[in-house]
T-cell receptor
Framework: GAGVSQSPSNKVTEKGKDVELRCDPISGHTALYWYRQSLGQGLEFLIYFQGNSAPDKSGLPSDRFSAERTGGSVSTLTIQRTQQEDSAVYLC????????????????FGPGTRLTVL | KQEVTQIPAALSVPEGENLVLNCSFTDSAIYNLQWFRQDPGKGLTSLLLIQSSQREQTSGRLNASLDKSSGRSTLYIAASQPGDSATYLCAVGGTDKLIFGTGTRLQVFP
């Protein structure tokens, strides 16, 4: 079946502009995650959605970052007033959340969106 | 705060060798541990998931072990091939997110 898809694959923007990144999870997956991978650094957790519950925003680096998930499926990560340090690859992942389990199942990642802020 | 470390940071070997990649974590209170590979410019591909109650998982030439009490996991790659060249990441899982290590960059040459 189809995997996690993300769009756009590449985004170049000017400092100060707003950007929206989109993620389509695997159908039936209730958990959705956003991560950021900066050059030379590891993967950094940003935000997590589980079903219709309020998202865990603990990883968002600043209040310029926000995310929403409509209808429990597609998610959009918005970065307002972009800064050069926002340049990174933004990865989305989804997984099943097994009923009765304490943790999620395998996370499946999309190809990422490479954001460059000039 | 959970910290995940991978050793070595980079590895270059001839084809056919058996390899061991190491992952260590500071907080043993994890729910699972996942190994991924990442090819240049690409997303992550899940290789193996070990639940906290398990000791190891196998898939083809890959075998991953988990020792929660010592905070360690190893990924064993048997009979390495040039197609195995990639960055390998381990990630420890809680209830809501993964904490990633910095990766081991593997190159297998013919």
């Amino acid at each position: 079946g189809a995997g996690v898809s993300q769009s756009p694959s590449n985004k170049v923007t000017e400092k100060g502009k707003d950007v929206e990144l989109r993620c389509d999870p695997i159908s039936g997956h209730t958990a959705l995650y956003w991560y950021r991978q900066s050059l030379g650094q590891g993967l950094e957790f940003l935000i997590y959605f589980q079903g219709n519950s309020a998202p865990d925003k603990s990883g968002l680096p600043s209040d310029r970052f926000s995310a929403e998930r409509t209808g429990g499926s597609v998610s959009t990560l918005t970065i307002q007033r972009t800064q050069q340090e926002d340049s990174a690859v933004y990865l989305c992942a989804s997984s099943l959340f097994l009923a009765g389990a304490f943790s999620t199942d395998t996370q499946y990642f999309g190809p990422g969106t490479r954001l460059t802020v000039l | 705060k959970q910290e995940v470390t991978q050793i070595p940071a980079a590895l270059s070997v001839p084809e056919g060798e058996n390899l061991v990649l190491n992952c260590s974590f500071t907080d043993s209170a994890i729910y699972n541990l996942q190994w991924f590979r990442q090819d240049p410019g690409k997303g992550l591909t899940s290789l193996l998931l070990i639940q906290s109650s398990q000791r190891e998982q196998t898939s083809g030439r890959l075998n991953a072990s988990l020792d929660k009490s010592s905070g360690r996991s190893t990924l064993y790659i048997a009979a390495s091939q040039p197609g195995d060249s990639a960055t390998y990441l381990c990630a420890v899982g809680g209830t809501d997110k993964l904490i990633f290590g910095t990766g081991t960059r593997l190159q297998v040459f013919p």
